[in-house]
DNA sequence: AATCGCGTAAATTTCGAAATTTTCTTGTAA
DNA sequence: TTACAAGAAAATTTCGAAATTTACGCGATT
């Protein structure tokens, strides 16, 4: 039998399958089948899943139960452009809000950063640092709108952040030394604006970062 | 025993109660108690109680069961600060998208509205026609954004929207004439002002008619 | 009086099975 | 061949109880 888990890692663990894309869009999620997987009753993945759901990463219907989230040019463009939306909304109010401690992490956010992208364009290959990248995007990016005052916007900007990634990792594209090289400029641009506290530079800069998925 | 009641109906009927503030903000909902009312058992309770906290009317977290959503000034102003931003948001892009038959619709909305909202005024007092303002406000202002083309947001708005009512239907305040009168002429100007395309004024209409609950 | 620990009560979560609903398959008629 | 219907299989929901965790009250100690 499988080695007892806890219920957070089953949750943690389909969240960061979802989020890896390791399901197929609009892919059926039976919580009699991955039931086998964890060692625990279908009811408690039905549990899992109607948190998940929550968030986004997994559609629910009554009676019909769960799949995994939809993929299509069209939802990938509403996803984004909601993220655009809120991300310049967060920013704003955090260059408005934010005092010496939101500059100084975002800073370093931003250093951490820069630091593993720059590592990666040099190889040209993300390899195993794809992970440290991943984090180190959100907490750049969650360093931005902390400062917002707005736990709501917050809450819902890590809900779209988790879609946003569903859905992008699925698209494949060459995470090459250009891309990286793009990227790095991309965010510096953001830091640049959001230090500058200049409203206008700043949201053009977030467009100008997230408009490859449009 | 209670004649079996169907699920989507108790969903329906704590749906109600939460935005009728019939429970105290930060009031704990044990479904085994609920479970009396309801002739079902408390682990459908649960299901429905997790669903909701997908919308936002109940706060959930594990091993501590559910509470009825918590209510604070800050809490009342972060959510109709949110709910400015999308709805500005959802309006602009219905004004830059929306043909004759968003035009139509907007406009038979507001009529219906209006209708409603006069004849309180006339007499002073809601009375039972709280239910059908209720409606036709809500038909309104979705009205506004149903153009927008972002599903995200129409589902976002809709979620925001459910805690702005549950959050001030607890505040009391006088549904007296004034009330109404005042409303009445929020409504119309942000109607003229989506109608006409005029992005500046509807944002101000929208922010002027939010802006008491700040 | 305040704090800590222990034991009891209450609440939450988990389970496996039964009941219900949906979906699929197969057969029949137009 | 298509459409429809009936039956079987599969999936979802619901249930009541057991297991686990949390909350509470009470007494002892500082």
Not at 46 to 64: A, C, I
Request: aromatic share 8%; charged share 30%; glycine share 6%.
């Amino acid at each position: 039998m499988t080695p007892r888990i806890e219920t957070p890692d089953i949750y943690e663990d389909l969240r960061v399958r979802l989020m890896s894309a390791r399901f197929a869009p609009g892919e059926k999620l039976k919580p009699a089948e991955l039931q086998g997987h964890y060692g625990c009753s279908a009811n408690t993945i039905r549990d899992v899943l109607l948190r998940l759901s929550k968030v986004g990463l997994v559609e629910f219907e009554m009676q019909k139960g769960f799949r995994a989230s939809e993929s299509s040019p069209e939802a990938r463009r509403d996803i984004t452009l909601f993220r655009v939306l809120l991300e310049r909304e967060g920013t704003r109010l955090s260059m408005q809000k934010g005092g010496t401690e939101w500059e100084a992490g975002l800073a370093a956010a931003h250093h951490k950063l820069s630091h593993i992208e720059t590592r990666i364009a040099r190889v040209g290959d993300p390899g195993e640092d794809m992970r440290l990248w991943s984090n180190a995007e959100k907490e750049f990016h969650f360093s931005l709108i902390s400062a917002c005052g707005s736990p709501i916007l917050i809450e819902t900007y890590s809900n779209i952040y988790a879609r946003f990634r569903q859905q992008m990792v699925s698209q494949e594209r060459d995470f090459g030394e250009d891309y990286f090289r793009a990227i790095i400029a991309e965010h510096k641009a953001i830091l640049d604006a959001a230090l500058a506290r200049d409203e206008i530079r700043c949201n053009a800069a977030i467009y100008d970062h997230l408009k490859r998925n449009l």
